[in-house]
């Protein structure tokens, strides 16, 4: 694929500083990048990359300059998100157009299959399925009974969705997911064995919801688990049965949410979060990396880093103090010494 510089500025509302008929074919880091790639710069820590990159041109925002006059910029707002832009060009322009079932496919007589929908090889689509048009099912996925997906979702190999799932439009379900499984209840006894108690609900997942490569999450006991419109789930994430999580929320790899836990809209948590059952998390919540919460938090907007969670700032000072403990114990035994008498 190729884009001119002007194209590009045109797509992104950018400015070029350069020539606007340059044109690159390739995208790349800074560090790798060759005359006809483009890249782009959104974290200071990469500036000593930018200021020697072979690439043809750069995303930019206005605070950049550059002193190598063969370097062409294309000056954005925001050079991050409008690189994603390009990829998504670059993806699309790549993409192979499936269509169709492929051989060795077993789909119900009792489905509705959307137009312009692909299925792939030793895929098993079950009865009163309902897959949207322009859905694209790879090969091995396992589709349960009256699950519904909706139009130009990507269900990539190897996926599981469990029964009664209700998937809405634009999903991705990367390989390895398990959709529906049973959620983890088991009733403590008397005499220490366990009492088993059934998953009846189902899972729902909004539009725009993207699921990492073998996350899980679990259905409802009698309800549904329920992940809203535009929210991200990275590999390996563990949702517990009837948890739910708000819109374009992001939870990063090996977190863990337990059961009946309600998240609110617009959290960002970090790899290892880890969530205790029955608490609320309130609108836009941060929780850096191996962050846990045991009780609610109510107050919108906090960041939160330490297990358990205390605000960032305040834990970092803790931890600040924490590494002077060793420290603090001699000066402390040397000042009973000398006030005490102590040895």
């Not at 996350?215 to 992940?227: A, F, K």
């Not at 590999?235 to 949410?257: C, F, R, T």
């Not at 109510?298 to 330490?306: N, P, S």
Request: hydrophobic fraction near 35%; include cysteine.
């Amino acid at each position: 694929m190729e884009l001119t510089l002007r194209k590009i500025a045109n797509l992104l509302n950018g400015v070029i500083q350069g020539d606007e008929s340059f044109t690159i074919n390739s995208l790349s880091t800074l560090k790798d990048g060759n005359s006809g790639d483009l890249s782009f710069l959104a974290n200071s820590k990469y500036r000593k990359d930018f200021d020697t990159t072979k690439c043809g041109a750069v995303l930019v925002d206005n605070s950049i300059k550059s002193e190598n006059s063969k370097l062409n910029l294309i000056i954005v707002a925001d050079p991050y998100t409008s690189f994603a832009i390009i990829l998504e060009l670059f993806e699309r322009s790549g993409a192979a157009s499936r269509m169709g079932r492929e051989e060795h496919v077993f789909i119900d007589e009792d489905t509705d299959i959307g137009v312009d929908s692909y299925i792939g090889a030793f895929s098993y689509v079950s009865k009163k399925v309902v897959i949207g048009p322009g859905t694209q099912i790879y090969p091995q996925v396992y589709i349960g009974e009256n699950v519904e997906i909706g139009e130009k979702c990507t269900v990539f190999p190897g996926v599981k969705i469990y029964p009664n799932t209700k998937i809405g439009n634009y999903c991705t379900i990367h390989s390895g997911a398990v959709i529906g499984s049973e959620g983890f209840g088991f009733a403590p006894q008397k005499n220490g064995s366990f009492k088993k108690i059934p998953q009846l609900g189902n899972v729902v997942l909004g539009d725009h919801v993207s699921i990492g490569a073998n996350t899980t999450i679990d259905r409802g006991t009698v309800s549904s688990t329920r992940i809203e419109s535009g929210v991200k789930l990275d590999n390996l994430v563990h949702i517990g049965h009837n948890v739910s999580i708000g819109k374009d929320s992001a939870i990063a790899a090996q977190a863990g949410i337990a059961g009946s836990t309600i998240i609110g809209e617009h959290c960002m948590f970090g790899g290892q979060v880890g969530i205790a059952g029955h608490v609320e998390v309130a609108n836009h919540t941060q929780i850096a990396p191996k962050g846990g919460v045991m009780s609610s938090i109510k107050e919108e907007g906090r960041k939160l880093l330490g297990a358990p969670v205390m605000d960032f700032n305040h834990t970092k000072r803790v931890w600040v103090a924490w590494r002077k403990l060793p420290e603090m114990q001699k000066k402390i035994e040397l000042l009973e010494t000398v006030l005490l008498g102590k040895r």
